[in-house]
């Protein structure tokens, strides 16, 4: 998969995807209009190019008050979003190259007032899903916000996903429509952080295509069938 071109997608504005984006950028203008006075924290894990915080920033009056990291793997991606960040004036925002599974890479801006979780959960196995659902207590400040996105082909998980975070402390505050092919999905974390466990890594990004692949199955009349666990970004 290439990663950079992948954010083309985003240009067509009759995509899934440009539609997706719109909403996660609401609801980032949503959580930051919501968040606490004072200095505000944001990590994005997966961050790519970083459209939905730098597509908001800019022209929100918190713009001052946000320190943010972003950590993404593909380099040129990384350098797309400093070059971006750079050009909107916006010295608080970090692009790092690195596995965002990685929970050292968020120690000192833990717990964080906003968590984003964007073309994530499509790309990595329920196991792993539930493991970063979990690694949310150790990011999240009281009352912080994790913006969370997935694809809702059957077998649809949102539920299931939504379920992990409400076992967890958080409460739904908003959903995308169920007819919709992409899903948002905002949860508010009521609990206290637990500390955040240095050295853990919490998935490994195996990547749609190849979840998808993995998950074909021989069908009862000998043809391939998708199984649970197929996915797309
Ligand atoms: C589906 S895109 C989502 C990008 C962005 N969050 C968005 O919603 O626009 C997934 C991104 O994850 C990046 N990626 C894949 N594995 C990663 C890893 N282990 N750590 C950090 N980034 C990773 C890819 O390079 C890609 O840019």
Redesign the pocket.
């Known amino acids: 998969?290439d990663?950079?071109k992948?954010?083309d997608r985003?240009d067509a504005p009759e995509s899934p995807?440009a539609w997706?984006?719109g909403v996660?950028q609401d609801r980032v203008r949503a959580a930051l209009d919501a968040a606490p006075p004072g200095p505000l924290r944001v990590v994005?894990?997966?961050?790519?190019?970083?459209?939905?915080l730098l597509g908001v920033l800019p022209t929100h009056p918190r713009r001052e008050d946000v320190r943010a990291r972003l950590?993404?793997?593909?380099p040129a991606?990384v350098a797309t979003a400093r070059r971006t960040a750079a050009a909107l004036g916006l010295p608080g925002v970090e692009a790092v190259?690195?596995?965002?599974?990685?929970l050292d890479h968020y120690a000192d801006l833990v717990p964080a007032h906003l968590v984003?979780?964007?073309?994530?959960f499509?790309?990595i196995t329920d196991a792993d899903i539930e493991r970063t659902v979990e690694a949310c207590t150790q990011l999240c400040a009281p009352g912080a916000r994790v913006i969370w996105?997935r694809h809702r082909k059957a077998p649809d998980q949102v539920p299931r996903i939504c379920g992990w975070f409400e076992n967890r402390g958080f409460v739904r505050e908003w959903i995308t429509p169920g007819d919709r092919v992409q899903s948002v999905t905002v949860h508010r974390f009521t609990a206290t952080p637990a500390p955040l466990q240095r050295g853990t890594r919490v998935?490994?990004?195996v990547?749609?295509d190849r979840l998808t692949r993995t998950s074909r199955q021989p069908g009862p009349d000998g043809r391939t069938v998708r199984a649970a666990g197929g996915a797309t970004?």
């Open positions: 998969m990663w950079q992948w954010h985003y995807l997706r984006l996660v994005s894990l997966c961050a790519g190019q970083g459209r939905d950590v993404e793997r593909d991606n190259t690195g596995d965002a599974a990685l984003l979780l964007c073309g994530v499509g790309n996105t998935f490994d990004f990547g749609y970004p």
